[in-house]
């Protein structure tokens, strides 16, 4: 793993709040799109993740700098329904960068809907709650105690997935120190 990354986010990690609750850091984020990528929400969540489909372009940012520690807890925090691989993002300053991107695993296709994620829409009526529930749970996946008595089969889709909790960095590291 390289000390230092790009990462190209087009969800949720878009907001400093949420990538400050998982890396504990924010970054320098470029403007660009990944072309020949589509964003989708989860089935039962409030987040989207990334498919190939000719044609698609997603918009996001390309964060710079990530470091060692901060990308491990990238993830950690995405769990097994992503896989990162890189990706070329052309960026609004006309360069084509190469980017880690969290896109959806092989096998996740059922977790998917063709709903495409409005990055508006979820900071006006999810972030907040988003926000309290990694907090609380370290996840961004919905509890199925949450989820109980909704209409859908979210809570076994988030079973399915077995996401994996963050790491919260202990207090006493040293700001930008990895491993």
């Known amino acids: 793993m390289p000390p230092e990354a790009c990462v190209f986010c087009y969800g949720t990690l878009l907001f400093g709040e949420v ?5 504990g850091r924010e970054f320098e984020g470029l403007p660009g799109s990944a072309l020949g990528w589509a964003c989708y929400r989860v089935r039962g969540e409030v987040f989207p993740a990334l498919v190939a489909e000719p ?9 710079r700098r990530v470091d060692a520690r901060s990308l491990a807890a990238l993830d950690a925090f995405e769990g097994p329904l992503y896989q990162r691989r890189a990706l070329a993002i052309r960026c609004d300053d ?5 980017a880690e991107a969290f896109v959806l695993a092989p096998g996740g296709e059922r977790a998917l809907t063709r709903e495409a994620w409005d990055r508006g ?3 006006r ?15 961004p996946y919905a509890s199925r105690s949450q989820e109980a008595g909704s ?8 079973e399915e997935l077995h996401p994996v909790p963050i790491r919260v960095e202990d207090e006493g590291d040293p700001p930008g120190a990895s491993g």
Do not use: Q
Request: net charge positive; charged share 20%.
């Open 19 to 23: 990538m400050r609750l998982v890396t």
């Open 55 to 63: 044609g698609a372009r997603t918009r996001g940012l390309v964060f």
């Open 94 to 98: 006309g360069a084509t960068r190469a």
């Open 121 to 123: 829409d979820f900071e």
């Open 125 to 139: 009526r999810e972030l907040r709650a988003y926000c309290a529930r990694i907090a609380a749970s370290g996840t």
């Open 151 to 158: 209409a859908g089969s979210s809570g076994a889709v988030a």
